[in-house]
């Protein structure tokens, strides 16, 4: 009797509270529907469900206009699809190419260190569904799943692979071997950026893949000369043990826009003194001759080497050769301005001579450079230019390539 008592009144509390928990909830909702006057504020009447989609509709386009976009890259289905990794991708050179293999439709992820590579030369691919960015160090092993390597991290300009000398051997060596290693688990496909540094201060001219070269295994240049001498040897070391997949690509020198501005090499340095009317530096008497090749004709060679069952070294660069005193004065010309050029005391293992012998990647690539020079260094005098005009991060300087649709 006396429970029966107490139950009745706790049954009807219990019930009285739901109620008041639903009206609130219910005033809630009610609150957050959008009134009559807020749609007749967008020129809506609110009264049918012809309104309410048209709101929707405008919210959505609202949205939708700060969404990034990206080039339209080309479809492929998983057949033809590769997965690709480019190491240093985040570079001068590594951009360029990812560009490439974005717009043909590839899965591509990029591995740097940011040592001279930079986030700014990628980050119109961020957020693609086939682009991937890892903060990562070569000299470390990866564990990825991928069909092709085109293995290009390692600093390439004299001041920055002299800096760490020790860290510039380690990622020639160490870092190529963790590529090998991870090429032979996969089965992948690797190709090695080697360089024209490779023949050294040449005693031949022009420089055939055949030459063996002329190098001080000693000198400020050696971390990097070597390395990537050694780098080519434990490249066929693993294709002739390991039956691993290898192409090596001789790369002569190579400029264009997204160059880093302080890296020290000749178009960079000529360029930004020019343009800021500064005495243009030349090492030495001038004498010593160099072969420019744009950036866009250099990616086209390494993916047509990547795509070739040519496994041979490959020289990649142009044969139209200058000396660097005409290369500061072409520079000066187009610059205009007010700078004079000056020499100074020459650099110790300064190359006197480099001209590539292209016959190789002629006969087995079909490939020469097509870029005249004046057209690149015009392309690239404009990206300093804009570089230097920058005074906040908001205002970007993105090189779209030609082949770019948005």
């Given at each position: ?163 760490n000398p020790i860290k510039t051997i380690k990622t020639s060596t160490l870092g190529t071997i963790n590529m090998l290693g991870l090429a032979k688990r996969v089965r992948a496909r690797v190709l090695l950026a080697s360089t024209s540094e490779v023949y050294g201060d040449p005693e031949q001219h022009p420089q055939t893949e055949d030459y063996w070269g002329h190098v001080n295994p000693i000198g400020p240049r050696a971390c990097y000369d070597e390395g990537k001498r050694v780098a080519e040897t434990m490249c066929y070391a693993y294709n002739k043990q390991e039956n691993v997949e290898v192409r090596v690509a001789r790369i002569f020198n190579t400029f264009g826009p997204r160059m880093h501005m302080n890296d020290g090499r000749v178009v960079s340095n000529f360029i930004l003194q ?133």
């Open positions: 009797m006396f429970r029966a008592f107490n139950y009745i009144p706790y049954r009807k509390m219990r019930v009285v509270f739901l109620l008041v928990g639903f009206a609130a909830i219910a005033a809630v909702i009610y609150a957050s529907i959008p009134s009559a006057v807020t749609y007749q504020k967008r020129g809506l009447s609110g009264n049918n469900l012809h309104d309410e989609l048209v709101f929707l509709e405008m919210k959505i386009r609202d949205l939708e206009q700060g969404k990034k976009k990206y080039p339209d890259v080309k479809f492929l289905t998983y057949k033809d699809r590769k997965r690709i990794l480019v190491t240093g991708g985040a570079g001068f050179v590594g951009s360029h190419l990812v560009d490439r293999l974005m717009m043909e439709g590839h899965e591509v992820t990029v591995v740097d260190n940011f040592f001279t590579g930079r986030k700014r030369n990628v980050e119109h691919w961020i957020g693609h569904e086939n682009f991937e960015l890892l903060h990562h160090d070569i000299v470390n092993p990866l564990y990825i799943e991928v069909d092709e390597i085109y293995h290009l991290a390692c600093p390439a300009s004299p001041p920055n692979y002299m800096y020019a343009l800021q009317n500064e005495s243009i530096t030349v090492y030495g008497d001038g004498t010593q001759t160099r072969s420019f090749q744009y950036v866009s004709d250099l990616v086209d060679g390494l993916m047509r080497l990547m795509a070739s069952n040519y496994s041979l070294p490959i020289n990649l660069g142009n044969p139209e050769e200058h000396t660097i005193m005409d290369f500061a004065q072409i520079i000066k010309n187009l610059v205009g301005g007010e700078s004079r050029i000056v020499t100074k005391k020459p650099m110790q293992d300064d190359p006197q001579r480099r001209r590539p012998d292209i016959t190789r990647a002629n006969k087995y690539l079909n490939w020469e450079p097509k870029v005249p020079m004046m057209v690149g260094i015009n392309k690239t005098i404009e990206y300093f230019r804009n570089e230097l005009r920058r005074s906040r991060h908001s205002e970007r300087n993105f090189h779209a390539p030609d082949y770019f649709q948005v």
